[in-house]
Each structure stands twice: as structure tokens, then as C-alpha cells.
């Protein structure tokens, strides 16, 4: 038998990264009425999944996306990533990448994607060294010292990713954060994205509007329903990995988003 | 050619026609005497000069830490927190219409003719705008920064050093750079009006006996602090905001307070 050493896996084993929700409520008391965003919801996903969640706007993607990440407390219900409740950001178990890139504009990119190792007083060197890697595996080596209003749209957005994994969290939570990118650019994201979620095996939540980009990127699509949120639909998409721009006119891609569509249009 | 070179030409330009057009007599000397004896007649009372000078800097200095030490961290506290804000900024804006110079007088009768009436009346005076830019830079600051460092675990005193400090410089020095120019004028303008010492009570001591070539060095030395204090904001900018090109709320915000909608009434 050969040493287990040697052998180099194709794609490293799903880590910690499992998400539970269970019967998560959230109510903004505003100085006229109550509203009640989300009504109890409840998912589970597994670690290493990529889960996109979609739903008419106002549904509470954001809402439940805040509360996973520890941003924002529920009203009622429990929520554990890797088994634990999260009651305030933790780096260490959760990224977030948002729809504004929200680079710090006075930083350069690798200072923005040290930014989260400066905070709990990294070692400059270390710090150097994990930016770089990351911002390498966004595809932007080299683009390390430029400030955010000398990139683009994309490369904002890849720095962003690259801040939100330096610090190898096991979830990475992605609130539309393409957006605000032309199509192209959008396509060669989501496949850029797909490259860097199977070489890290990171469970990622991503929130979008778009169906297609939903089912090409998704195993699994969660579907919400209008306000107040609910689960309305969790659908697996059985298509074939690595997702080729062809499958987008295969009839399983029709059948899947013609499905979520129904869905929306009946809530919306 | 430049803009550069050319505002060079203009200036070497108005300074040639300083000398030359009392000179040639086509202005009369009591209007506007020549640079030359206008540098004569400062350097020949350097001593009386340099104590003047030395009086004015003591209290824009004074002011200036007042005006922009306090008007910065009131403005900050009025920019962050919500109440405050809705209680004190439509006073302030309000105040700021107003004539401050009025108030001089009052000062003089309270605090005396010494230094301590220039300083409270030129603090106000540049306290107002810097604590307006400063709130309006807090205010803008984009809350999805705020939001992306609490993401990544950053503390409340962390979001304020490596966040809502860095993001409100822009719009806080435009606002510095308006206070600090008032204190300036401030200072003068209440040393010409009831006082004993400093550049603006010589400037107003040789105007009555009609000496002109004296009130001139007076105003000259007063250019010239202006212009020092111009290139000191400058320098600051340079090297605090080299980012600015990058934020459309620090950019607009700093151009609102730029474009005078914080300039008030003298
Ligand atoms: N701070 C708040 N106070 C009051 N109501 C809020 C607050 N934040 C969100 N809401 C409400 O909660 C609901 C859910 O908002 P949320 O931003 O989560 O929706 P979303 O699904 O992300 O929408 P979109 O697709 O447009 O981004 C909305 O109806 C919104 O008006
Ligand atoms: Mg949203």
C-alpha cells in the first residue's frame, strides 16, 4: 500500500462548514409596525455544498444571510455554523463577500485583504504572505498594490472574495455579489468563483436574482417566498460538474429554472 | 503652456506692476506704495514687525487648536450619534448665518482688549465650519464599510481608528482648511477693531496717521501667513488623502463645504 502521504486528493475533503437553521423568525420593529421579515425558517446544509438562495426582493435573503454571518440576531429560533451558534461575527467560521465590493478605499488591495488579519494583530509578514495567496487564487497576483478606484468592476469584486477567504473560514456568504457586474464579466465570475469554491471545499450560501446564474452555479437552490419569508422550495440540481456554458440551453437547465420561476411568480 | 507657469507669469506679473505703477505716479503713493518702499518701511521697523508678528501667530495658533481640536471632536460626536445631531446641527447652521463679528465687541467687553478676546472671538469663528464638515463627513461615511469591518470581527474602537477616522479625512480637512482660514481672518479682524498689539493693530495704528507704505508690510506680512497656512493644508492633503479620487461621499461631501455653502457671514 502506498503512504498516505503521497496521495494528493483531486479536491480537498469537505471541512467543518455545516449550517443549521431551525425555525429562525426575524421582526424589525419600526416606529409605525411590526414587519415581519422571515417566519420561521428552517435549512440545513451539508459542509462543501454550494447553496444559492433566491426569492422575490424583500424577501429576507439579506436578512437571513446577516444572521448567519452574526451580523444581526434573530428574533426567534437557533442558528449553528459547525455546530455552534454564532452570536457575533466570527472570521474564523464565516466570510462575507456583499453586493458593493466595500473595499476600503484608502487601503490598497492587499492592505484590504490583510485588513481582517491586521485586526487581530497578524504578524505583518504572515499577513503579507496569506494576501498574497489569496489574491492569487482570485486570479489577481500581481494587481497587490493598486487602490480600489484603479480596478475594475470584477477585480473589486475578486478582491472582496480574496478578503473574505484569507482567513480560510469554513462558509463563505455571498449577498449578490455580482451584481453590479456587466454579463460577460458576470459569466467569467460565477466560473472563477466555481473554480476557487472546488479547490477550497468551502460550503458557500450565495443570494442572487439571477435564475440562470442560480441553477448554473448551485447544487442546491433554496427558494423563498414573498414577506413574510418562508421556504418555499429546496431543490437539487442534479446537473454535472464542472458546469459548461453549454448546459445553459441543455433541457435539465429549462426544467430547473422554469421550476423556481413558477415558484417566484406565485409568491411575487 | 501651463496653468502652472502661467499663474506664475500672473503673479511676477501683479508684483511688477506693484512696483512699477506707484513709481511711474499713475497711482498716488498714499493709494498704493511701490513694493519697494513698502519693504523699506517694514524692514526699517522689523523689531515693531516682529513683535506684532509674534502676538498675531501666539493667538492663531491658540485659536487654531480650539477652533480645530474642538470643532473635530464635537462634530464627531454630533456626526455619530443620532440625537445630538437632530437637537444641535439646525442651531449651529442657524448660528452660522449670523454676522459673528457682532459678537466681538460683547468679547472685549467681557474678556478685555489683551489676547484672550482675539482667541475666543477667532475659535468661534473657525470652530463653526470645522465642526459642520466634520459631523457631514461622520454623516456620509458609507455604511456598508462599517458594516464589511464588523463582518471581519473589527471592535467598536477598531471600526473607529481603521475605519469611520480614515473614511471622514477628506471631508475633515476641506472643513479645516475653511475654520483654519477664518481663525486667520478672525485674528485680524478683531486686532483691527479694539485691541493694542499684533498685525492688525498695526495695520489699523498707521492707517489713521495715513502711512501708507506701513500698512502695506502689515498686510504683506498677513499675505504671507495665509499662504503659509494654505501650503501646510496642502501638504496634510497629500499626505492623508491620496485616496480621495476614490470615494464618491468623501469627494461630494468635500466639495459641498468646498463650493462655500459652509462660508458664512463676516
Ligand atoms: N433594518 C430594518 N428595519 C426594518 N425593516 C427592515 C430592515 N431591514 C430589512 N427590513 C425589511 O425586511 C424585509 C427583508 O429585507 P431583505 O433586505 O432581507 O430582503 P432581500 O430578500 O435581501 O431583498 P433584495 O432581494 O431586494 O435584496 C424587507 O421587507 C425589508 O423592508
Ligand atoms: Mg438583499
Known amino acids: 500500500m502506498q503512504p498516505l502521504a503521497n496521495v494528493t486528493p483531486l479536491k480537498p475533503p469537505p471541512r467543518a462548514g455545516a449550517i443549521e437553521v431551525k425555525n429562525v423568525g426575524q421582526i424589525f420593529k419600526t416606529s409605525t409596525q411590526d414587519v415581519v421579515a422571515l417566519d420561521s425558517v428552517s435549512l440545513e446544509i451539508k459542509p462543501g455544498r454550494f447553496v444559492v438562495l433566491v426569492g422575490p426582493s424583500g424577501c429576507g435573503k439579506s436578512t437571513l444571510l446577516m444572521m448567519m454571518a452574526g451580523l444581526r440576531q434573530q428574533t426567534t429560533g437557533t442558528i449553528t455554523i459547525n455546530g455552534a451558534p454564532i452570536p457575533k461575527p466570527d472570521p474564523d467560521r464565516v466570510g462575507v463577500v456583499f453586493q458593493e465590493a466595500s473595499l476600503f478605499p484608502w487601503l490598497t488591495a492587499e492592505e484590504n485583504v490583510e485588513f481582517p488579519l491586521a485586526l487581530r494583530g497578524v504578524a505583518k509578514a504572515e499577513r503579507r504572505a496569506k494576501a498574497q495567496e489569496a489574491l492569487k487564487l482570485v486570479g489577481l497576483d500581481g494587481f497587490g498594490k493598486r487602490h480600489p478606484h484603479e480596478l475594475s468592476g470584477g477585480m473589486k469584486q475578486r478582491v472582496s472574495i480574496a478578503r473574505g477567504l484569507v482567513q ?101 | 503652456m501651463s496653468a502652472k507657469t502661467l499663474r506664475h507669469l500672473i503673479v511676477i506679473g501683479l508684483i511688477a506692476l506693484w512696483e512699477i505703477l506707484p513709481r511711474t505716479g499713475l497711482i498716488p503713493e498714499l493709494f498704493l506704495p511701490s ?48 440625537r445630538p445631531r437632530v437637537l444641535i446641527m439646525p442651531m449651529v447652521s442657524s448660528l452660522y448665518a449670523v454676522p459673528l463679528v457682532i459678537l466681538y465687541p460683547v468679547f472685549t467687553v467681557w474678556l478685555g482688549i489683551g489676547t484672550e478676546s482675539k482667541i475666543a472671538f477667532a475659535s468661534i469663528y473657525g470652530f463653526l465650519p470645522t465642526m459642520l464638515a466634520t459631523a457631514a463627513g461622520i454623516q456620509t461615511i458609507d455604511p456598508q464599510l462599517i458594516l464589511a469591518a464588523r463582518s471581519m470581527g473589527a471592535t467598536m474602537s477598531q471600526r473607529l481608528v481603521r475605519v469611520i477616522i480614515p473614511a471622514a479625512i477628506p471631508t475633515v480637512l476641506s472643513g479645516l482648511r475653511v475654520g483654519g482660514a477664518l481663525v486667520i481672518v478672525g485674528v485680524v479682524v478683531s486686532e483691527m477693531l479694539i485691541s493694542s498689539a499684533g498685525i492688525g493693530y498695526l495695520i489699523s495704528r498707521y492707517r489713521t496717521i495715513l502711512d501708507s507704505p506701513h500698512v502695506f508690510a502689515g498686510v504683506l506680512l498677513v499675505l504671507f501667513m495665509a499662504m503659509a497656512f494654505n501650503a501646510l493644508i496642502k501638504w496634510i492633503e497629500r499626505k492623508a ?15 459641498d463645504v468646498g463650493s462655500g455653502a459652509v462660508q458664512p457671514a463676516t
Open chain 2, 35 to 82: 513694493l519697494s518702499s513698502t519693504l523699506r518701511a517694514g524692514w526699517n521697523e522689523a523689531p515693531e514687525y516682529g513683535h506684532a508678528l509674534a502676538v498675531t501667530l501666539y493667538e492663531v495658533a491658540i485659536s487654531m487648536a480650539i477652533a480645530c481640536g474642538g470643532g473635530i471632536l464635537l462634530g464627531a460626536i454630533v456626526g455619530s450619534l443620532p
Open chain 2, 241 to 255: 488623502a491620496i485616496w480621495q479620487t476614490g470615494t464618491r461621499a468623501g469627494q461630494s461631501a468635500a466639495d
Open chain 1, 168 to 268: 480560510d473560514p469554513p462558509v463563505l456568504l455571498m449577498d449578490e455579489p455580482f451584481a453590479a457586474l456587466d454579463e460577460q464579466t458576470r459569466m467569467t465570475m460565477g466560473d472563477e468563483l466555481l473554480r476557487i469554491w472546488s479547490a477550497t471545499g468551502k460550503t458557500v450560501v450565495f443570494v442572487t436574482h439571477s435564475l440562470t446564474e442560480a441553477v448554473y452555479l448551485a447544487d442546491e437552490v433554496i427558494v423563498m417566498s414573498a414577506r413574510p419569508g418562508r421556504i418555499v422550495d429546496h431543490l437539487q440540481v442534479p446537473l454535472p460538474r464542472p458546469r459548461t456554458y453549454e448546459m445553459l440551453s441543455g433541457d435539465a437547465f429549462g426544467t430547473l429554472r422554469d421550476r423556481i420561476w413558477r415558484h417566484i411568480r406565485k409568491s411575487a
